[in-house]
């Protein structure tokens, strides 16, 4: 499926889906400097990460002062309604996931994903509408 197919498909904002991009590529670039190279590029990557992504955007959205903590509560709140549970290594398959415990358990640089997450949500949004704002007045 293209980027484009999806979007259309998840029936979700343009500026959502384009953060939840960067987002995305964001934390990719941050997990290979850890030495994890599992994460695939946006346009690769399976339905289910995609949707978290999205879903991490509109929560920084509708709440721009919540703290990164809160980021990753919300995303482990998804992962468990969706069946994932601890797991020594991540596997999509099991759905099992080393990040499947309270924020204050994480290791830092684990930690860091969510603040990374929180400050691209808070930088871009207000880009994005500007350039929506341009295009409707142009």
Known sequence: MTDQQRERTMD???????????????????????????????????DWQIESAVD?????RH???????????????????????FGPVKDPEKKEHPCCVPFD??????????HLFKAIVGALEPYIERRED?????
Do not use: M, Y
């Open 105 to 114: 358990e994480l290791p830092p640089e684990q930690q860091a994903k969510d």
């Open 12 to 46: 979700k904002s343009a500026k959502v889906v384009e953060i939840a991009k960067v987002c995305h590529e964001a934390n990719r670039a941050l997990c290979e400097t850890q030495g994890d190279h599992s994460q695939q590029d946006w346009k690769d990557a399976p």
């Open 134 to 138: 341009d295009a409707k007045a142009g």
């Open 56 to 60: 991490g955007v509109k929560f920084h």
């Open 63 to 85: 709440n721009p002062d919540a703290p990164a903590s809160a980021s990753h509560e919300n995303w482990l709140k998804l992962k468990e309604a969706e069946g994932w549970v």
